[in-house]
């Protein structure tokens, strides 16, 4: 493990990834694609334009584009990972990359069909102690980055995100009128289980989800500050990520 940071909040950092992404090839976190190809087939069509949040150096958007997915658009806030992966791909027609921030797409609205993320949402949760009450800060970046994905997905667009983190954690997140879309959840993996999230544009919340949302603004509204605090969640966000 070459590339652990001295502290798990350094995968919040830019400076860290740009550092990793210096001298690591390749890593793959939650599998590769052949682990969850079964599903993603079922929900993407081979012309979908499709955009990867956090490429990272991972193998996924090439072995998408040889599974015959051909328009794939490649973000990822590192320029190193960007410098890197561009030259090495450069062969594949139809597949950019930008170096871009996830909290602040330059796509127009509707652009894509296909909003696609792995790890990258839990990278910017690195740093939370209580998966029940994320903090005001996590909850503001994973509410810009959401508005963001929701925006440049067209209407009936799937973003599609890919975790360790369980439905009674991530669904509070993702149950939210305000991005306009339903959410369902697939599991692949042996052993410890992942979970490939579904937002569907243009959909409506399930009636459980849509109570999940009230309850939690009921709740919010009712405790305007945070005055609680669970056991620390000790957890190693390394022990959740190698398939
Ligand atoms: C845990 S890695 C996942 C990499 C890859 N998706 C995979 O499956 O192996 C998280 C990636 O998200 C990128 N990232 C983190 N925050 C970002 C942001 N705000 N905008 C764009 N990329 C971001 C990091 O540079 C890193 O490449």
Redesign the pocket.
């Known amino acids: 493990m070459e590339h652990l940071p001295d502290d798990n909040s350094r ?1 919040k950092d ?1 400076d860290y ?1 740009d550092e990793r992404y210096l001298t690591e090839k390749s ?4 599998g590769d694609f052949s682990k969850f190809q079964h599903i993603f087939e079922n929900l993407v069509k081979k012309k979908d334009a499709i955009l ?5 150096n ?1 193998a ?1 958007s090439v072995d998408m584009h040889r599974a015959g997915y051909h328009s794939i658009c490649n ?4 320029s190193v ?1 960007i410098d890197t992966m561009s030259t090495r791909h450069a062969d594949c027609p139809g597949m950019s990359w930008l170096h ?4 602040q797409l330059s796509f127009p609205d509707g652009s894509f069909d296909v909003v696609l ?4 949402l ?3 949760l690195v740093e939370e102690k209580d998966p029940w009450e994320v903090s005001s800060d996590a909850a503001c970046l994973i509410h810009r ?1 959401l508005s963001e994905v929701s925006r440049v997905l067209k209407p009936g667009g799937r973003f599609l995100s890919i975790t360790f983190a369980q439905p009674h954690f991530r669904k509070r997140l993702y149950a939210r009128r305000c991005f306009g879309w339903s959410v369902h959840h697939h599991t692949y993996g042996e052993g410890f289980h992942y979970f490939l999230y579904v937002l569907t544009k243009g959909e409506e919340l399930s009636p459980e989800d849509a109570g999940l949302e009230k309850r939690l603004l009921e709740e919010a509204e009712a405790t305007p500050t945070q005055v609680t605090t669970q056991e620390e969640d000790t957890e190693n966000f390394l022990e959740n990520i190698i398939l």
């Open positions: 995968y830019v990834w890593f793959e976190w939650f990867v949040l956090g490429c990272g991972s996924m973000i990822d806030y590192s990972c871009m921030d996830a909290r993320e792995k790890g990258t839990d990278a910017m980055v």
